[in-house]
């Protein structure tokens, strides 16, 4: 599967953003998505997750409350709407997909073979 995220820029603090990931060459529904992000210099993190088989999804605490992840397999497109944006949101944001994925280690980057190119949202203060 290829995956191509989009919808990044800048975005006042306080403010809400949505992020889109697109997929291709592969049947979405059969894979668990995710989003990660990497602010500079730091490690990426897991932001949020929705499995291939029925509504489970998984958000990171600093989001939860602020960030809700969807997926539409019919346009085999994955979304990531964030509110009360925070100046420690500024990231490079990349979607990923997997087959494999576990409960035990959904938060993983290492679970995830296909990611797109990153998207970068900047959160002015």
């Known amino acids: 599967v290829q995956l191509q995220a989009s919808g990044g820029g800048l975005v006042q603090a306080g403010g809400s953003h949505r992020l889109t990931c697109s997929a291709s060459g592969s049947t979405f529904r059969r894979y668990t998505v995710a989003w990660f992000r990497q602010a500079p210099g730091k490690e990426r993190e897991f932001v949020a997750a929705?499995?291939?088989?029925?509504?489970?999804?998984d958000i990171a605490d600093p989001l939860k409350g602020r960030s809700t992840i969807s997926r539409d397999n019919a346009k085999s497109a994955l979304y990531l709407q964030m509110s009360s944006l925070r100046h420690e949101d500024t990231a490079v944001y990349y979607c990923?997909?997997?087959?494999?994925?576990?409960?035990?280690?959904?938060?993983?980057?290492?679970?995830?073979?296909?990611w797109g190119q990153g998207t970068l949202v900047t959160v002015s203060s």
């Open positions: 929705f499995k291939f088989a029925g509504d489970y999804t």
């Open positions: 990923a997909a997997s087959t494999s994925v576990i409960p035990s280690n959904v938060a993983s980057h290492h679970a995830y073979a296909y």
